[in-house]
T-cell receptor, first 109, second 116 residues
Framework: EDQVTQSPEALRLQEGESSSLNCSYT??????LFWYRQDPGKGPEFLFT???AGEEKEKERLKATLTKKESFLHITAPKPEDSATYLC??????????FGKGMKLTVNP | DAGVIQSPRHEVTEMGQEVTLRCKPI?????LFWYRQTMMRGLELLIY????????DSGMPEDRFSAKMPNASFSTLKIQPSEPRDSAVYFC??????????????FGEGSRLTVL
């Protein structure tokens, strides 16, 4: 069974304090690993897809990387508007995405 | 495009009542997913459709839950009878070819269900 574990569950940073979020996964035949952002009261919003180990994607202050067992979401010099819950998901042999429980990021000004 | 539209946004009902949640996917998308989100279990896939046909309903908790997609622009998730443990936020998401290999699901804003 495909599984995703995210750590830490919550993270509080000061504005400008860089950090990384971890997503560990087990999947049979990885077709893709995905990062989503979710704001309070909203549905998740797609950020990145990573397909193979060694791949990296960047968007503004976010950079996602992938190894054979885990993915990292690096946040460089975060701003308060980066506060959200970040979700990791994997797609294996079927069309469905299996999500982790998410990591709530709070960036204080 | 208006995005994925869900209704109602909030529903408060009493145990034993029937609940119907509705979803209008993005036009042209051929996959539709129903997820449930709780603090304890996170986002769980309940069922998904491809071209209006249910493909995998293994996540549906029990027979009290049912989902239909009568056409490409409408889907319902029904709970009958409802129980307090069904309280959660229910999300509908749509995609084209399940995002192909991009996994880009487009989520609605969710329906928050509270069963008293």
């Amino acid at each position: 069974e495909d599984q995703v574990t995210q750590s830490p569950e919550a993270l509080r940073l000061q504005e400008g304090e860089s950090s990384s979020l971890n997503c560990s996964y087990t999947v049979s035949g990885l077709r893709g690993l995905f990062w989503y952002r979710q704001d309070p009261g909203k549905g998740p919003e797609f950020l990145f897809t990573l397909y193979s180990a060694g791949e990296e994607k960047e968007k503004e202050r976010l950079k996602a990387t992938l190894t054979k067992k885990e993915s990292f979401l690096h946040i460089t010099a975060p701003k308060p508007e980066d506060s959200a819950t970040y979700l990791c998901a994997v797609q294996g042999g079927s069309e469905k995405l299996v999500f982790g429980k998410g990591m709530k990021l709070t960036v204080n000004p | 495009d208006a995005g994925v539209i869900q209704s109602p946004r909030h529903e408060v009902t009493e145990m034993g009542q029937e609940v119907t949640l509705r979803c209008k996917p993005i036009s042209g998308h051929d996959y539709l997913f129903w997820y449930r989100q709780t603090m304890m279990r996170g986002l769980e896939l309940l069922i998904y459709f491809n071209n209006n046909v249910p493909i995998d309903d293994s996540g549906m908790p029990e027979d009290r839950f049912s989902a239909k997609m009568p056409n490409a622009s409408f889907s319902t998730l029904k709970i009958q009878p409802s129980e307090p443990r069904d309280s959660a936020v229910y999300f509908c998401a749509s995609s084209f070819r399940a995002g192909g290999y991009t996994g880009e699901l487009f989520f609605g804003e969710g329906s928050r269900l509270t069963v008293l």
